[in-house]
């Protein structure tokens, strides 16, 4: 990832990234993102009827117990084009529909942990895109979900230290 680059360019020997440098990468937010709605962190969550409603021609009851499922609007084709592709670029610009992509939640109920959560994969990007090169071990590898999207033999990579 090029800004990785570019930032490491204008670091001197030991500067640790400061937290305007986790504000230029921009694209590698867009990676992580994208990475987060095949896969979110958490993929459903229980929420409580506060009054009765109806849905789909159904009533609810105040007190029921709902269970929200984070793929039906991370792989809902209205909301992202080709859902089971892998395309960064959803999230360039306003990104996505409002409460479509919630992998730390929305509303006032939001987790409070996701600008930390935020800084700490891009540090983590940062040096692994500055310090490595990798191959893939199966670059035909297929993945399954098991409940979660993952790599069938688990994504095994070759690492190559290289220097910027």
Known sequence: MP?????????????LLQWEDAQKMKYSWNVASEVMRLSPPVNTNFKEAIRDFNYAGYTI??????RWATCSTHMDPEYFPNPEAFDASRFEGEGPTAYSYVPFGGGPRMCLGIELARLEILV?????????????VN???????DPLLEPVKGLPVRLHPHHV
């Not at 009851?61 to 709902?66: A, M, N, V």
């Not at 983590?124 to 893939?136: S, T, Y």
């Not at 670059?139 to 979900?145: G, L, N, R, T, V």
């Open 139 to 145: 670059p035909d590898e297929k993945f399954k979900h």
């Open 124 to 136: 983590f990007m940062h040096h692994i895109v500055k310090r490595f090169k990798w191959d893939l």
């Open 61 to 66: 009851p105040k007190g029921w117990k709902l």
């Open 3 to 15: 800004e990785q680059l570019e930032i490491s360019r204008g670091k001197g020997t030991g500067e």
